[in-house]
C-alpha cells in the first residue's frame, strides 16, 4: 500500500470520557493536523451530534453541497462511548451535509471504530477536501502514525464491495489475521452511483470469528465518502478497552452499570426480548396495529406478514444462542445475524455468505416493496450491505415506482420492465441497477424526492398534462420528508408519529421521535398538548444519546418496572437516572436531567439553524406527504372504511356522516390534513419558534448561539 | 360460565413459544372483565410473566382498563414495551 501522507503524533490519553483532541484530514490538501478543543468546547458540544454539528456549521455555508469539497464528513463517538462496564457503549455518529436533504443529516452505528478512535486520542475526525485517487486513512494509536495511502487494489468483487473491501483491509493490515484492536468504516460500489450510499462500522467478532457490520445507514453518508475518493478508514489500538474513558468515579460507572444490567436482564426477557430476537420482533407487533409499511405504506397489515415474524428467521436463519452484541459489555445483544446463507439471486448467486441482519428495517423495506419471502430478505440484507445502500431509502425508493407503475405514472418502457408489488425477480433487478448505476437504477438511485420530479415530467409530457397536478398526485404517496426516505413505520393513526417524522430535522427519520405505540397503542398522549409536549422532549433526550456515544434501546424499548409508578411511564426515568450517574461518574459533572435536556436543546437549535441555511428550515420543510396522515387514495379507506367511519365520529368531530363512502374518505382527508397543522403550530411554540418554524432569536440567544451567521440568517427570515 | 361466549387470547412474539400456542379460546360470562382475563393467564401461563398491575392489555387493537366489560368473540393481547429504534 502506497503511503502519499503521514504524520507522527502522540495519542492523547482519554480522561473523564474525553480527549479534547479533533482529527482533521484535508484529502485535496492532504493536510494532517490533530486540533486541541478549547477546554469549553465539550461544555458546549457534548461530543458526537454535537461535533459534528458545530464542524458543519462553522466550516460549509449554504451553497455547500454534498459532494463540495469544503463539505465535512464527521465521526464522533462521545463521552460515555467505550465504557463495557456499562450496555450499549460502542455508538458513534457520522455527520455531513447529505445528498439526499442538502442539510446536515447524522446516522448514528455501533460497533467498535468510536471507541478505538476514542483510545487512538481523538474525541472526533473530520475529513474534508477531495482527493485525486481512491484513497484510505488508516489511523494507527499504537505505531503513533496517522496516513492517507492509495486504496490498495485486490480483485474486482472486493474493491467493489464494502464488506469485502474493508473485511480484507482489515486483515491486510494486521498480517493476515483479524483482531479486535482494528476496526474500520467503508462505503462500497452502491455509493458512487445512488445518492443513499451507506457507512459501515466493520468490527471483529471474537464469539463469531469474522468481520461484522453495522450501520450508519441514512441520509447518503457513505456517497459522501466516496465523493471524496476515501474508500476506508482504519483504526487501531492496542489500548484495554476496560476502564478505557478513564472515569472520574470508577465505582461510580460500575454502579451505575450494574444497575442497568440488572434492569435489561429482569425486563427484557418479558418484553421484546431483543437480546434473543433481534429487532425482526417488531414486524409481528407492527402488523398487528397497523404499522407495517405494505406496499408503499398503503396498508399497515398484510395476510402474508406472517412470514416475515421473527420466529421465522430465529428458525431458518439466525445463529442460535449467541450474545450479539455490537460491543463489549451490551447484554441486549440485538445484532442478530447468520452464517452460510445461500444466495439465489444476482451476480454472486450459488455464494454462502454471513449475513449481519436482518433488522426490523430490512423486513420493513421488503414488506414495503410487497414482498414476503424471508429468503428474499436475507440476500437483500445482504446485497444493499455489500454494494453499501441504505436498506431503507433503496426499498422505500422501490416501492414508490412499483406505485407509480401500478397506477399508470410509468409504464414498462419507461422503466425497462415491469415492476409490481410482490415482483420479487424485478425488485432484485431494480436493486443490481441501482448499485452499478445502469438502466432504470440510474434514476432510482436518485431517491423519491428526485424521483417525483422525474416521473413528473415524464407523465406530464406524454399525456400533455400540468407538471404540477402530476407533481401533486405523486407527493401524496412519495414517502419522502426534505428529501429523505420514510424510515419503516405506517404513521396514518398517529398524530404524535407524523409530527414524529414531519418535524425530525434531519428527515422522517424514527431516532429523533418515535411515538407512535406511546401515541397510538398505550394513548400515554391524548391530547394536543401531550403529543406537542412529547415532540419537545423525546427529541431532546434522544439528541442527547447521540452526542454521548450511547445507544438508546437500553432505555426506550426495555421499560423499568418501577417507571409504572411515574407520572410519565413513557418516559423510562427511572432508567434514565442510570444513565445521567453514569453521566456524572465518567465525566465528574452533576448533571440533572434538566441540565442535559438543556445540553441538547443548544444542539437541537445549531441544527434548526443549519437547516434554515440549507434551505430545508421552515414550516414548508415540516410538511409530509398526505399518506403519511391519511388514507391517501380510495382504495387505502376502502381497506378499513370501518375504522375511518368510526374515527370521524369519535376523533373527527363529526355529528352526522356524509352518505357516500367517497365523501367520508375526502372528510376524512381534510381533518387529517387539519389536525397537523395544528400540531405544527403547538409544537412551534412549545420549542419557541415562530409559526413558520423559525426559532426565535431570544431562544437562539438563550443557549449562546446567536453568533454572526445566526444573527444574520435571521434577520433574512425576519425572525 | 356461559359457554356461548367466547374470546380469544392471542399470544405474540415471544409469549408464543413460551405459552406454546399462537391463541386459545376461552369461555366468559356476561360479567368478565379485562382483569379477569388477564388473572386466567396469569395463573394458566405463569412463564410469561405478566405483571397484573403494569401488563398492558389490548381487546381488538384498543388498550383497555382492566375493568372493561369483555364481549363475546373480543380478542385480546397483552403487549410489551415498544418505543423504538
Known amino acids: ?719 | 360460565m356461559n359457554e356461548n361466549m367466547i374470546v380469544t387470547i392471542e399470544f405474540l412474539g415471544t409469549q408464543r413459544i413460551l405459552a406454546g400456542a399462537d391463541s386459545i379460546e376461552t369461555p366468559i360470562t356476561a360479567r368478565s372483565r379485562v382483569r379477569d382475563a388477564l388473572e386466567y393467564v396469569i395463573d394458566k401461563y405463569p412463564q410469561l410473566k405478566l405483571d397484573k398491575d403494569t401488563a398492558l392489555v389490548v381487546v381488538n387493537q384498543q388498550l383497555a382498563l382492566r375493568d372493561q366489560i369483555l364481549k363475546d368473540s373480543d380478542t385480546i393481547s397483552f403487549v410489551p414495551f415498544i418505543s423504538g429504534g
Not at chain 1, 494486521?174 to 482494528?182: A, R
Not at chain 1, 434551505?615 to 382504495?635: V, W, Y
Not at chain 1, 367511519?645 to 376523533?651: H, I, K, P, V
Open chain 1, 1 to 719: 500500500m502506497e503511503i502519499v501522507r503521514q504524520i507522527k503524533y502522540k495519542p492523547a490519553r482519554v480522561a473523564g470520557g474525553y480527549t479534547d483532541r479533533l482529527l482533521k484530514i484535508d484529502l485535496g490538501s492532504r493536510e494532517i493536523a490533530v486540533e486541541k478543543l478549547a477546554p469549553d468546547f465539550k461544555d458546549k458540544y457534548t461530543g458526537g451530534r454535537g461535533y459534528a454539528l458545530k464542524a458543519i456549521w462553522d466550516g460549509t455555508t449554504g451553497e455547500t453541497r454534498y459532494d463540495s469539497p469544503e463539505n465535512i464528513l464527521v465521526m464522533a463517538s462521545g463521552p460515555l462511548g467505550n465504557e463495557p462496564g456499562f450496555p450499549g457503549t460502542g455508538k458513534f455518529i457520522v455527520g455531513t451535509i447529505s445528498p439526499m436533504t442538502g442539510t446536515f443529516i447524522d446516522s448514528n452505528v455501533g460497533g467498535h471504530f468510536g471507541p478505538l478512535l476514542k483510545l487512538a486520542g481523538f474525541d472526533a475526525l473530520a475529513v474534508t477536501g477531495i482527493s485525486e485517487e481512491e484513497v484510505v486513512i488508516l489511523i494507527d494509536g499504537d505505531a503513533r502514525t496517522i496516513a492517507i495511502a492509495e486504496a490498495p487494489g485486490y480483485d474486482e468483487e472486493t474493491d467493489d464491495g464494502a464488506l469485502s473491501f474493508g473485511d480484507r483491509l482489515l486483515k491486510d493490515l494486521n498480517n493476515g489475521e483479524y483482531s479486535d484492536c482494528l476496526a474500520a468504516v467503508s462505503a462500497g460500489k452502491g455509493a458512487l452511483h445512488a445518492r443513499y450510499g451507506l457507512i459501515h462500522s466493520l468490527y471483529y467478532d471474537i464469539r463469531r470469528r469474522r468481520i461484522r457490520a453495522k450501520q450508519a445507514g441514512r441520509g447518503g453518508t457513505g456517497t459522501v465518502m466516496r465523493a471524496k475518493k476515501l474508500k476506508s478508514i482504519v483504526v487501531r489500538s492496542s489500548l484495554s478497552k476496560a476502564n478505557g474513558n478513564k472515569p472520574v468515579d470508577k465505582k461510580g460507572v460500575r454502579a451505575a452499570g450494574r444497575a442497568l444490567k440488572q434492569v435489561i436482564a429482569k425486563a427484557d426477557p418479558t418484553q421484546l426480548h431483543l437480546s434473543a430476537w433481534g429487532t425482526t420482533i417488531l414486524s409481528e407487533y407492527m402488523d398487528k396495529f397497523h404499522i407495517f409499511p405494505v406496499d408503499n405504506y398503503q396498508y399497515g397489515q398484510s395476510p402474508d406478514s406472517a412470514k416475515l415474524f421473527a420466529h421465522v428467521f430465529l428458525d431458518n436463519y439466525f445463529s442460535h444462542r449467541m450474545p450479539d452484541g455490537c460491543y463489549y459489555g451490551c447484554n441486549l445483544a440485538c445484532a442478530k445475524g447468520a452464517e452460510n446463507v445461500g444466495l439465489t439471486r444476482g451476480p454472486a448467486a450459488g455464494r454462502k455468505v454471513s449475513v449481519d441482519g436482518p433488522e426490523y428495517e430490512t423486513v420493513g423495506a421488503v414488506c414495503c416493496m410487497g414482498i414476503f419471502d424471508p429468503q428474499f430478505v436475507m440476500e437483500y440484507n445482504w446485497y444493499c450491505d455489500e454494494y453499501g445502500l441504505d436498506v431503507i431509502s433503496t426499498g422505500v425508493t422501490i416501492s414508490f415506482f412499483m406505485e407509480c407503475f401500478e397506477r399508470g405514472y410509468l409504464s414498462a418502457e419507461d422503466i425497462g420492465y415491469e415492476l409490481n408489488f410482490g415482483d420479487i425477480a424485478a425488485a432484485d433487478r431494480c436493486l443490481h441497477e441501482i448499485a452499478g448505476g445502469r438502466g432504470f437504477g440510474k434514476v432510482a438511485g436518485q431517491g423519491v424526492a428526485r424521483g417525483k420530479t422525474w416521473v413528473a415530467k415524464k407523465y406530464a409530457a406524454r399525456n400533455k398534462a400540468s407538471q404540477d397536478e402530476v407533481m401533486a398526485e405523486l407527493s401524496k404517496f412519495g414517502m419522502e420528508v426534505k428529501g429523505l426516505e420514510f424510515s419503516m413505520y405506517v404513521t396514518k393513526e398517529s398524530l404524535a408519529q407524523q409530527g414524529g417524522y414531519g418535524l425530525a430535522l434531519k428527515g422522517p427519520q424514527h431516532d429523533e421521535a418515535w411515538l407512535i405505540f406511546i401515541d397510538q397503542v398505550y394513548q400515554e398522549l391524548p391530547t394536543l398538548e401531550d403529543k406537542a409536549a412529547a415532540l419537545k422532549w423525546f427529541p431532546l433526550i434522544r439528541t442527547w444519546f447521540n452526542a454521548t456515544g450511547l445507544c438508546k434501546l437500553h432505555w426506550i424499548d426495555v421499560r423499568n418496572p418501577e417507571a409504572v409508578a411515574t407520572d410519565e411511564p413513557s418516559k423510562n426515568l427511572p432508567t434514565l437516572a442510570h444513565y445521567i450517574d453514569y453521566l456524572n461518574a465518567t465525566t465528574g459533572s452533576r448533571k440533572s436531567l434538566q441540565d442535559i435536556l438543556d445540553d441538547s436543546e443548544r444542539l437541537y437549535i445549531l441544527q434548526k439553524l443549519i437547516n434554515l441555511r440549507q434551505g430545508k428550515g421552515t414550516r414548508e420543510s415540516d410538511q409530509i406527504p398526505l399518506r403519511a396522515m391519511a388514507p391517501a387514495f380510495f382504495n387505502e379507506y376502502q381497506s378499513r372504511a370501518e375504522y375511518y367511519d368510526l374515527w370521524l365520529g369519535q376523533n373527527g368531530g363529526v355529528k352526522k356522516l356524509p352518505a357516500s363512502p367517497r365523501q367520508r374518505h375526502k372528510l376524512l382527508i381534510e381533518r387529517r390534513k387539519r389536525d397537523y397543522q395544528q400540531l405544527c403550530d403547538a409544537v412551534y411554540e412549545k420549542k419557541g419558534f415562530t409559526p413558520e418554524g423559525i426559532p426565535r432569536r431570544e431562544t437562539v440567544a438563550r443557549f449562546g448561539l446567536l453568533d454572526k451567521q445566526a444573527s444574520r440568517l435571521l434577520d433574512e427570515m425576519g425572525a
